[in-house]
């Protein structure tokens, strides 16, 4: 996280300014895919923990009412649809339909009324449904787990800004391969874009 110095430049700046979070409420539960849970593939850091929190999380979402949705890396058989962003990071053309690598894990089971989203690129808005989905059903703030904090999270929750939702970042339902990174990135998203609050600060809400 950042030293007292940096905070004081960006306190000065006017930035980490407090978003008021209004009902009604959705969860985005981004990336957590098989994939993403084995460190020989993706996996590896703080993701497993993550993982763990968020069944807790998935629970009260579940219990609150709230509009859950998933997103899965998914590309065509015949890797038709890869694009700059595997050429990148080739190894997601792995991730078609059938591949378990592309299944969200057994411990986040989807539930019937839930949003599956299939996705090619980092953030869970690009080129996806997720947008319209969630403005149809007038979802104002947006809780946000997921993997990885520093690429698709961040991706996702920049766009949920863009787009006109609240977004929250919940601190220990977010992974990172990278500790480092994941720190870094949760400073900077909570000074420019989301709330960033831990799970049993969530779980006292009263207002969503």
Partial sequence: MSNTHEQGVYDRQGFGNSLELLAPAGLLLVDF????ADP????GGNIDSAIEQTVKLLTLARA??????YTRVVYADDGSDANVFTDKVPGCLAFTEACELSHIVPELPPAPGDLIIRKQYPSAFFGTHLAPSLALRGIKTLFIT??????CVRASA?????HGFRPVI???????RSIAQHEA???DLKMKYTEVMKLEDVEALTSV
């Fill in 33 to 36: 895919i098989n994939g993403f």
């Fill in 40 to 43: 020989e593939v993706f996996g």
């Fill in 64 to 69: 609150r009412g709230w509009l859950v949705s």
């Fill in 146 to 151: 997921g993997a990885t904090t520093s690429g």
């Fill in 158 to 162: 920049v766009d949920a800004v863009c």
């Fill in 170 to 176: 919940v601190e220990d339902c977010v992974g990172d």
């Fill in 185 to 187: 990135n949760l400073f």
